[in-house]
Each structure stands twice: as C-alpha cells, then as structure tokens.
C-alpha cells in the first residue's frame, strides 16, 4: 500500500503542475490548474476513459491514507496564511468594512440559493432529506468564499497588501468561521435535532479563543523572543509551533469547525515578525502549497459523479452558476460600497468574494458525508467551485481594476 501511495502522489503532482502551467500560460493563477486536476483525475475524466486503469490506481481502500495527507497540507498552509495576516491601518474601520462585506455576500446569495432551490430539490436532493435541510445546505454551499484559496490568488497576484485584497481575505475569514457554525447547526438539525453538537461547538470556540489569545499568545512571543530573536527558530522551537498548531487544529475538528481554522487561528496568536514569516514560508508553506494541497484537490475530483453531466444538470448547474455569482458580486459589492470604497473597488472586492475554491470543496464532503446532497450535487458545486475561481481574474479585469502604484509596489515587495 506505500508504494502506492507513493505513485498515487507522484500521478498527482504531475498532472497538477501540468495543469497549472497550463493556466498559467492563459493568465489564470496556477491553484485553478490544481483544482481542475482533480476534476480530470477524477471518475468523470480519468475514470471515464480508462476505468480499469483508474480503479487500480485509486482503490477505495487507499483514500484515508490520501486524506490524511491533504489535511495535514492544508492545516500547514492555513497556519503560515494566519501568522502573514496583519492588521492594517486604521484596523477598527477595517473590522466594520470586512462584517459588512461578509454579511452582505453570505446573505444575498443565501436568500438567492433558498429562492431556486425548490426546482432542484426533487431531482438532486437524497432521497429521504426534505427540502429545508437541502435548501439550507444549498444556501451555505453558495455563500462560502474560498479563504485558502482566495489568499493564494491574492499571493499570486501579488496584491494580498492592497486595501482591496485585505478587506476581501478578512471579510472572507469571517464569512467563513460563520458559515461553519451555521453548518453544523444544520448538521446537529439533519441528525435528529441534537443541539449538544452545537452547544458544544459554540462553546468551545470560545474557549479555545480564550486559550490562545489569553494563554498561548504571550507563551509563544516570549519562546521565540527568548530562543528565536533573528526570526529563525531552531529545530526544537520549530517543533514547538508546530504542537501548538496541531494542537488547536485538532481542537476546531474536534469542534465541528473543520481543522484549518484552529490552524489559521494559531497563526495569528504569533507576533508579527516578518523574519519569522520568511522562515516559515521557506520551511513549511512550500512543502504544503507544492506537495500537500493538490492531493486534496485530488480526492475531491475522486468524489464527483459522472451521472451530474446530463440534461437536467447542465441546467441545474447554469441556474446555481448564475445565482452564486450575482449573489457573491452584488452583495460583496455592496458592503464594499456601504464602506466608502469606489465602485471599481466595490465591485474588485466582490469579484474577490466570488472564488469559492477550496472551501466550497470542504462545505461539500461535510454535506456529502452528512447525506444532504449526492454525488451529482457534489459535483455540480466542484465544477460551480472550479468556475466561480476561474472567473476571479476575468472579473477584475471587466471592472478595470488595478492595484494603486504605492500598493503594488508594496505587494510586490512582499511577493515571493
């Protein structure tokens, strides 16, 4: 089973690189190429045209080893996004700018995903799961946006330090930690009316919050003051990050919030040294961006169903297409405007707000394993997952936005 493993990783790699210097060529950022790897490495593709080939390469008995790998990737990834967050200027107006921009483009296309939902429910929902539950699973799938993802485009861009691309990652963060909990209230509802899941969800996370910005916060600028002062920690202080990464990943799994946010949250608790940053982007971020997150891209590709592609889906997926970007761009845009920015930049930061990328792909393997949507469901939102990310760049462009000169050149600097 290691070695194949290992040939499962190296097929991976291969046709993620391809893939994403395919896209890059077409000036799209490479993460989209990875994304739509998984997809062609999926039954729909792969699977289709070479199914014996596809079965004995990826069995069924080696996907928990494949996983495990892909969350450990995208905890590492989460963490070094965390500790690169910084507080810009003026962070209060910013926190009030990121809740309006994040309640606006999780609520238009919520209430827009509610509106249609009644036309896909007969043909797409389980059988057995009523229409709220569908529905309300439909309205936090297409009100997610991909933070991970959205952050790598924006490093990829180069503009993650612009006032555009800043207020799209915070907004997206929040968003996010809102639509988990929204989740698993539907999860809790789904398995019977248990509230003691979400009780214990929302209680926990404020115990965790507690614990790290109360207790581990000041334990880790103290370590790396004392044993890192040149911002490059040592083998042991290394190991030490990483416990305490770990250690609150398993605690938001264990909360129902999914692993990458407790390692996001960590990330944030360590002091804002940019010597620090350097030396985890070049010992943990390039392993996972390189190496762990286009398994995950793989597994989810593993997971779509070849029966989504006919008549009905293809209309059900122009119909959610349609809906998850009106809604993301008009309601993002609109917070946006409620907060001062230009219309150009109003309309950059919904376009931002529209990838969904690899958060919609967690939202779905929750509802996916939960039994509120099926395999064609799940494949329409990878593919709505796909697209809405594709369609970023194309969106800026459209609105004829651009970095200011003073940002680009401050993005640049910090671009690696």
Same mark, same amino acid.
């Not at 503009?159 to 915070?170: D, E, F, K, P, Y």
């Not at 009316?193 to 009780?199: F, H, N, P, S, V």
């Given at each position: !089973?290691?070695?194949?493993?290992?040939?499962?990783?190296?097929?991976?790699?291969?046709?993620? @690189?391809?893939?994403?210097?395919?896209?890059?060529?077409? *000036?799209?950022?490479?993460?989209?190429?990875? !994304?739509?790897? +998984?997809?062609?490495?999926?039954?729909?593709?792969? *699977?289709?045209?070479?199914?014996?080939?596809?079965?004995?390469?990826?069995?069924?008995?080696?996907?928990?080893?494949?996983?495990?790998?892909?969350?450990?990737?995208?905890?590492?990834?989460?963490?070094?996004?965390?500790?690169?967050?910084?507080?810009?200027?003026?962070?209060?107006?910013?926190?009030?700018?990121?809740?309006?921009?994040?309640?606006?483009?999780?609520?238009?296309?919520?209430?827009?995903?509610?509106?249609?939902?009644?036309?896909?429910? *007969?043909?797409?929902?389980?059988?057995?799961?009523?229409?709220?539950?569908?529905?309300?699973?439909? +309205?936090?799938?297409?009100?997610?946006?991909?933070?991970?993802?959205?952050?790598?485009?924006?490093?990829? $861009?180069?503009?993650?330090?612009?006032?555009?691309? %800043?207020?799209?990652?915070?907004? =997206?963060?929040?968003?996010?930690?809102?639509?988990?909990?929204?989740?698993?209230?539907?999860?809790?509802?789904?398995?019977?009316?248990?509230?003691?899941?979400?009780?214990?969800?929302?209680?926990?996370?404020?115990?965790?919050?507690?614990?790290?910005?109360?207790?581990? /916060?000041?334990?880790?600028?103290?370590?790396?003051? /004392?044993?890192?002062?040149?911002?490059?920690?040592?083998?042991?202080?290394?190991?030490?990050?990483?416990?305490?990464?770990? =250690?609150?990943?398993?605690?938001?799994?264990?909360?129902?919030?999914?692993?990458?946010? +407790?390692?996001?949250?960590?990330?944030?608790?360590?002091? %804002?040294?940019?010597?620090?940053?350097?030396?985890?982007?070049? $010992?943990?971020?390039?392993?996972?961006?390189?190496?762990?997150?286009?398994?995950?891209?793989?597994?989810? +590709?593993?997971?779509?169903?070849?029966?989504?592609?006919?008549?009905?889906?293809?209309?059900?997926?122009?119909?959610?297409?349609?809906?998850?970007?009106?809604?993301?761009?008009?309601?993002?845009?609109?917070?946006?405007?409620?907060?001062?920015?230009?219309? $150009?930049?109003?309309?950059?930061?919904?376009?931002? #707000?529209?990838? @969904?990328?690899?958060?919609?792909?967690?939202?779905?393997?929750?509802?996916?394993?939960?039994?509120?949507?099926?395999?064609?469901?799940?494949?329409?939102?990878?593919?709505?997952?796909?697209?809405?990310?594709? #369609?970023?760049?194309?969106?800026?462009?459209?609105?004829?936005? $651009?970095?200011?000169?003073?940002?680009?050149?401050? *993005?640049?600097?910090?671009? @690696?």
């Amino acid at each position: !089973m290691t070695g194949l493993l290992l040939l499962q990783i190296a097929v991976i790699l291969v046709v993620a @690189r391809l893939c994403g210097l395919l896209l890059a060529r077409l *000036g799209q950022p490479p993460v989209i190429g990875e !994304m739509a790897a +998984g997809l062609l490495l999926g039954p729909v593709v792969f *699977g289709a045209a070479l199914p014996d080939l596809h079965a004995a390469l990826f069995p069924a008995a080696s996907l928990p080893a494949l996983s495990a790998l892909a969350t450990l990737g995208l905890v590492l990834f989460m963490f070094v996004i965390g500790a690169e967050l910084r507080a810009p200027d003026g962070a209060r107006a910013q926190v009030v700018a990121a809740t309006r921009v994040a309640g606006l483009s999780a609520l238009l296309p919520f209430a827009l995903a509610l509106a249609v939902a009644p036309l896909l429910h *007969g043909t797409l929902a389980p059988a057995g799961i009523g229409f709220w539950p569908f529905a309300l699973f439909l +309205g936090v799938a297409l009100a997610v946006t991909a933070f991970p993802v959205l952050a790598r485009i924006l490093k990829d $861009r180069r503009l993650q330090h612009t006032r555009v691309g %800043r207020l799209a990652l915070s907004a =997206a963060a929040l968003l996010d930690v809102a639509a988990w909990i929204v989740l698993a209230l539907l999860v809790a509802l789904t398995d019977g009316g248990d509230w003691t899941t979400l009780l214990r969800t929302l209680a926990g996370l404020a115990l965790l919050l507690a614990v790290v910005y109360g207790g581990l /916060r000041p334990l880790y600028a103290w370590l790396l003051h /004392r044993h890192a002062h040149d911002g490059r920690p040592s083998g042991t202080v290394l190991a030490a990050l990483l416990v305490g990464l770990f =250690a609150c990943a398993a605690a938001t799994e264990w909360l129902h919030l999914h692993a990458v946010f +407790g390692a996001f949250l960590f990330g944030t608790c360590l002091p %804002r040294d940019d010597r620090l940053l350097h030396s985890l982007v070049e $010992r943990i971020e390039h392993l996972a961006l390189v190496l762990l997150m286009p398994v995950f891209f793989a597994l989810a +590709g593993l997971g779509t169903s070849t029966g989504a592609f006919t008549a009905a889906g293809f209309g059900a997926l122009l119909l959610v297409l349609l809906v998850a970007v009106l809604g993301k761009v008009a309601g993002g845009g609109l917070g946006a405007r409620w907060s001062g920015l230009s219309t $150009r930049d109003s309309l950059a930061v919904g376009s931002l #707000m529209n990838a @969904r990328g690899l958060m919609e792909l967690i939202v779905m393997k929750v509802g996916l394993d939960a039994g509120l949507i099926g395999p064609e469901m799940f494949t329409l939102l990878l593919v709505l997952a796909i697209a809405t990310t594709l #369609m970023t760049g194309p969106l800026l462009a459209l609105c004829g936005w $651009r970095a200011s000169p003073v940002e680009a050149d401050a *993005g640049s600097g910090a671009g @690696r």
